[in-house]
């Protein structure tokens, strides 16, 4: 049985990608503060934790163990994300408060499992030292003492209370230099992964990959497209 997971969207943006395989964006991790949509706009450059003496055991700065009860208000402890690409898709479809969250008038069905050995198999023919990882959001408290500091880790966590409704399934692209990763064009050309714009387009040529990617796309009113 195939795993899919689903992908709310404007039907305009895109019509071309369920049609024809053409385009499919994975956004800039640190495009996602920039979102004109103020209830899933998020800053995923870093990950933000805020802790009072009463939850901190131990608080050690360059090897110096610090008295927590020193602390007065709140400690903020900010965790920088390993830069990637990602797409942020939804374990839940045709879910009408998500598509009024993600001002949506289109739900599509996508087989990840596909997609990723697709993108991976791509990938690995520019840089074998490419990783496409897909999996669940973990939704952390902003003060749980258990923090996460593997940067590349964190691309998959988010806030408890303010995300948890999305209920997310992300699939994230690194690359070996992160912002300095540089990757050969067709024509022998480099640029720069991170470069001017904000996200990188994926196409499906294989009509047979297209047809078995998209297992359906069903708009807000119930109808298939």
């Known amino acids: 049985m ?8 404007k039907y305009d943006n895109l019509k ?4 024809h395989g053409k385009y499919l964006r994975f956004y ?18 870093n990950k933000r934790y805020f802790h009072t003496s009463d939850n901190i055991d131990l608080l050690q700065v360059n090897e110096i163990k610090i008295n927590p009860n020193i602390i007065k208000g709140e400690l903020e402890i900010s965790i920088p994300t390993r830069r990637s690409h990602a797409l942020c898709l939804c374990n839940i479809g045709k879910n009408d408060t998500l598509f009024e969250r993600f001002d949506a008038d289109l739900c599509i069905e996508i087989n990840v499992d596909l997609l990723i050995e697709i993108l991976r198999s791509y990938f690995q023919n520019i840089d074998e030292k490419i990783e496409v990882i897909g999996k669940n959001v973990d939704y952390f408290k ?5 923090m996460e500091l593997d940067n590349k880790k964190i691309v998959f966590k988010k806030n408890y209370e303010d995300f948890h409704v999305e209920n997310e399934y992300r699939i994230a692209i690194f690359y070996p230099y992160d912002s300095n990763t540089m990757l050969k064009t067709s024509d022998n050309n480099y640029i720069k992964v991170f470069g001017g714009n904000n996200y990188i387009e994926i196409c499906l040529t294989n009509k047979s990959d297209i047809k078995k990617v998209i297992v359906k796309s069903t708009r807000k009113d119930g109808i298939l497209v």
């Open 28 to 45: 800039d991790i640190n495009y996602y503060k920039d979102l004109e949509n103020a209830l899933i706009k998020d800053d995923e450059s």
């Open 16 to 19: 071309g990608f369920i049609h």
């Open 2 to 9: 195939s795993n899919t997971k689903f992908l709310y969207c």
């Open 142 to 146: 902003i003060n749980e003492k258990e």
